[in-house]
């Protein structure tokens, strides 16, 4: 790299023959050989010359923008979509592929019992059976959740998600050979530890994803998490079709098609860079940052982005990565963590799991045979992942408070229809079921515009370096704490409140919307160090910003 740039700071680096390109000045601009310094906060950067004016110049910078725009867009592009298979794809995957082989994993755990003992198992004992293959799922995504924060500041955030694909060829194991086996212990297992890859993958995924996406774009990059989940749902519900993979012989492979995707992920992430924030603060290596940067970005002028995280690099001397617990002790973290509990606990308390478990028989009272239900509720997955990609396009002209408090609200007025469809499809009103049916489609395209996606995103934005990878671990264990207690209690739930099931739910929902549209801080085209600032003020109304208060407090090592 020549000169240091450990002791110079990367905003403060010479150029010379030795630079890669885009990581310093490019001398086709201007007078070949000529510098000048631009100011900057930090002590300034290099930066070309001012351009002689000329059409043979407005040309090549035309050229010079397309070509960094496509490499900056491919490679970021293939950065996605490998975090994304391995990552929020499986949870979707692995949540809606075990519906298809229900009957067919009951009818297995039953005659393995009476192979093992002569007698069959009670009907009651194999119905316990199975709920415990259902929530191992959710307990595993708990146990992955808390593993997310150390691994992505040991290993780094890339290197985490590779790792993680050990539970997934582990469990694909276990799933294959269960049959032949003739154990049902080992589907028990395999879904836990789907559970837990699960748990890491969308904990991490978002992370990675964050940190390495330029501002403009960090939102929308930061929700193609939501995108893959939604399309894991939809390829889970297509691959469990009968015709596919959903009969009684096949559902083994089905259980194990989770390898597939975590096999793409192990051919295609090495070859991606690492979170350039991570290289950098995490990990103290600013030419390995400079190089991920470049390739990210392409043939592009890095001062910029190179002087704000220099800026952030520099701020933090000494200190240690927060704990989990730790946040919630902190006055400069108090409206952080308020929107990650809120936001985070409302969006499995919102009712869209409701929505997905009274799909089945609203669509059975609306006159749909039961052989052609399951294709119709493919369409309830599809809806979820078309409203996702709606969000990516807009979310970053529309905001993030925005879409929140729009999904909420829109959310509230269908669930207070689809109440009411439901106490009146039993009267003289024969189109009710159908207009139950329109309001389950139209709260999941709510659902997907807003919650789905944009929470994900909270703990990446709202948080800094020093406490991000403990944020994850409280959003996600909070998240996956809330399904399994959700799947718990939805069933004494239904019972309960009947055609009123919904109630709960609204309520949730329009709280949630006034706390989005009231308390939660925009954070739409600011940097990190912006977002700081601004949540600063907040947590410290009538204190200005102060000498002492540099920006979020960031480490070296952020060891939990």
Known sequence: ???????????????????????????????????????????????????????????????????????????????????????????????????????????????????????????????????LIVSLYPLGGLLGALLAGPLAVTLGRKKSLLVNNVFVLAAAALFGFSRRAGSFEMIMLGRLLVGISAGVGMNVQPMYLGESAPTELRGAVAMTSAIFTALGLVMGQVVGLRELLGGPQAWPLLLASCLVPGALQLASLPLLPESPRYLLIDRGDPAACQAALQRLRGPADLAGELAELEQERAVCRGGR??????????????????????????????????????????????????????????????????????????????????????????????GSVFTVALCLQQGSFSWMPYLAMACIFASILSFGIGPAGVTGILATELFDQMARPAAYMVCGALMWTMLFLVGLAFPFIMEGLSHFIYVPFLCVCVCTAVYSGFFLPETRGKSFMEISEELHRLNFPGRGRGPAWAGPEVVRSTEL
């Open 1 to 131: 790299m020549g000169m240091s740039a450990q002791n110079q700071g990367l905003g403060l680096r010479v150029p010379g023959d030795g630079d890669l390109p885009g990581t310093g000045p490019s001398r086709g601009q201007g007078s070949p050989g000529t510098w000048q310094r631009a100011g900057a906060p930090d002590g300034g950067v290099c930066a070309p010359a001012a351009p002689q004016p000329g059409g043979r110049h407005q040309r090549q910078q035309g050229c010079g923008c397309s070509l960094r725009l496509k490499v900056q867009g491919r490679v970021l592009l293939l950065t996605i979509c490998a975090a994304g298979i391995g990552g929020t794809f499986q949870f979707g995957y692995n949540l809606s592929i075990i519906n298809a082989p229900t009957l067919h994993i009951q009818e297995f755990t039953n005659e393995t019992w009476r192979m093992r003992t002569g007698q069959p198992l009670p009907d009651h004992l194999v119905l316990l059976v199975w709920s």
């Open 321 to 414: 990565a927060r704990r989990p617990w730790e946040l919630f002790r902190e006055r400069a973290l108090r409206r952080q963590v308020a929107s990650l509990v809120v936001l985070g606990g409302a969006m499995e308390l919102c009712g869209n799991d409701a929505m997905y478990a009274y799909a089945l028989a609203v669509f059975s009272q609306a006159g749909i045979s039961q052989d052609k239900i399951q294709y119709v509720a493919i369409g309830t997955g599809g809806c979820e992942l078309l409203a996702t990609l709606l969000s990516c396009l807009v979310i970053e002209r529309a905001g993030r408070r925005v879409l929140l408090t729009g999904g909420y609200g829109l959310m509230t007025c269908w």
